[in-house]
């Protein structure tokens, strides 16, 4: 099956200052895995919650603020009613009207990822009906398509499995302290595809690849070995200091824009080597008082 490819995401932005956050997406996106993380995060998580009934639990919120409560909630919302564009634009108007700060956080994958995952558990889409699997996952894209324009925040998932996806989303919802960019250092293989919520995309095919050098082989990226091999060469020296050097003007600029989540995509070619020693070794110059870096092994382990 060809790889259907994700629309262009709006800017990303992590959710500092929202006390309330819709979370909704393609159907096996990784909605229940995100409400996980909230849950655990300390934000108080309803799970689908029908769209009409937004505004009602802004209300018990707000009761229990008045008994002096601090309360963030989330709402994982089926947004396949075809009334949910003029409820969501009502409850939004609404939260903001009785004091909430509310974000729309859209999770999306490609189609081939949505199959892949559908069929692995074995169980129809939603909107299936009596078609095909595959029917049911555009029909919903383009009921949706209007509404992931909206949101504030779009986050890829195509790539990840459950526990890589729980450690990108996680540091959208943290309380807001501490710095003031959470840079994702996101290692890939070219021929798995590029991630398609990627800010900037780097390509290490210039590094001479360790996979022909027997002794290196097995190993990846974050063995001491690899490492020595990939960024040893002069090439990689230079690679670092520039893109550090680039960051720098990027990340006031996010700043002074209100811009608090980016990805920086580095890729391989099969995600195993030259990626991942440069994405460790990125995440280490990138990191500050003011970035927060974590990374994201895509690929690792799929060869």
Partial sequence: MPESPVPD?????????????IVTGMS????????????DQGWY???????????????????????????KIAAVVDVRSQHFFTEFEDAAQHLKATGWTPQLLFLDATDEAL?????????????????????GIQHERE???????????????????????????APLFGTGDGPSLRLALLS??????????????????????????PELRSLD?????????????????????????????????YHSEGRRYVTLAIGCTGGKHRSVAMAEALAERLSSNRIETFLVHRDLGRE
């Fill in 9 to 21: 995401a709006p800017e990303p932005a992590v959710a500092t200052g929202a006390d309330f956050i």
């Fill in 28 to 39: 096996g996106a990784g909605r229940s895995t995100t409400a996980n993380v909230m849950e």
């Fill in 45 to 71: 998580v309803v799970d689908n919650l029908p769209p009409q009934l937004l505004v009602s639990m802004a209300e018990l919120g707000n009761q229990a603020r008045a008994e002096g409560r601090e309360i």
């Fill in 115 to 135: 199959v892949r995952r559908f069929e692995s558990v074995r169980r129809p889409h939603p909107l299936q009906g009596e078609g095909r699997l595959l029917d």
């Fill in 143 to 169: 009921i949706l398509r209007d509404l992931r324009s909206r949101a504030q925040i779009v986050v890829d998932t195509s790539g990840l499995n459950v526990h890589q996806l729980a450690r990108k989303v």
């Fill in 188 to 213: 890939f293989g070219f021929k798995y595809g590029v991630p398609l919520d990627a800010d900037f995309v780097f390509d290490m095919r210039f590094l001479p690849n360790p996979f022909w050098v």
């Fill in 221 to 253: 990226g974050r063995d001491p070995e690899v490492s020595a091999h990939v960024l040893g060469q002069t090439e990689a020296g230079e690679f670092l200091d520039r893109v550090v050097a680039l960051m720098e003007p990027v990340t006031r600029g």
